[in-house]
């Protein structure tokens, strides 16, 4: 993937396509369930357009913190919030500041994942909560499929995103060690990306094939 800054640069290319070719399906179902933890000040880290933001209580106060520019242009030509375009290794905020940092679909796009996890824990109020999503490492063959499409020009969903290798959760409680990070709960949700489908979708979601769900969603405590 290169360096932050060349995610940063990649994410410039389509910001302004970003909202128009996410899955509003998938969106839906994640930022509801990452909105349900939220609570007081507020750090979206990767924010990208401010997805997030619509699904937020109005006794949030959010800030959208994202590496792309275009991106963080976006948030500002949409909504009327604190923005700011940083690198999400090394946050601008003094500790104990936050009380929920959420990240979703961020983190395997970091050149060091851990030194997010340690800015977290910095930033963090005591009982604070830091929400993340990401995809299933165990359907890591997606990343090809991706690739595959977007060659074949099939389905403008699949921007050129540099095809990272999805986070595993084994590795994020490695990170977690010798922090004061502790995982609260893991759901595991979206089996088909339609909305057509999602009633079979949260059936599945509570069988032990929720393990092969495309996202995982972690809710981690202080």
């Keep these: 993937m290169g360096s932050n800054i060349d995610v940063g640069k990649t994410f410039n290319k389509f910001a302004s396509l970003y909202s128009e070719i996410s899955n509003q399906?998938?969106?839906?179902?994640?930022?509801?369930?990452?909105?349900?933890?939220?609570?007081?000040r507020l750090l979206d880290v990767g924010g990208a357009s401010g997805l997030?933001?619509?699904?937020?209580?109005?006794?949030?106060?959010p800030?959208?913190?994202?590496?792309?520019?275009?991106?963080?242009?976006?948030?500002?030509?949409?909504?009327?919030?604190?923005?700011?375009?940083?690198?999400?290794?090394?946050?601008?905020?003094?500790?104990?500041?936050?009380?929920?940092?959420?990240?979703?679909e961020m983190i395997y796009y970091l050149n060091n994942p851990l030194n997010f996890i340690i800015e977290v824990e910095r930033i963090l109020k005591q009982n604070g909560l830091l929400v993340l999503s990401f995809?299933?490492?165990?359907?890591?063959?997606?990343?090809?499929?991706?690739?595959?499409?977007?060659?074949?020009?099939?389905?403008?969903?699949?921007?050129?995103?540099?095809?990272?290798?999805?986070?595993?959760?084994?590795?994020?409680?490695?990170?977690?060690?010798?922090t004061s990070l502790e995982v609260l709960s893991v759901n595991n949700v979206v089996f088909f990306p339609f909305k057509a489908f999602d009633g079979i979708n949260r059936i599945l979601e509570k069988t032990f094939l929720k393990r092969y769900a495309l996202f995982n969603i972690v809710v981690i405590k202080k």
């Design 63 to 104: 800030i959208v913190l994202d590496i792309s520019y275009n991106m963080c242009l976006e948030v500002k030509r949409n909504h009327d919030i604190a923005i700011i375009c940083a690198d999400a290794e090394k946050i601008p905020f003094s500790s104990n500041s936050f009380d929920t940092v959420v990240s979703l």
């Design 25 to 40: 399906y998938t969106i839906k179902r994640r930022y509801q369930i990452a909105a349900s933890f939220s609570k007081g």
């Design 135 to 178: 995809y299933n490492s165990k359907l890591n063959f997606l990343v090809t499929l991706r690739g595959i499409l977007r060659k074949l020009k099939l389905g403008n969903m699949f921007a050129d995103d540099g095809d990272p290798s999805f986070t595993k959760l084994e590795e994020l409680y490695q990170h977690l060690e010798n």
């Design 52 to 61: 997030l933001l619509p699904f937020l209580k109005a006794n949030i106060q």
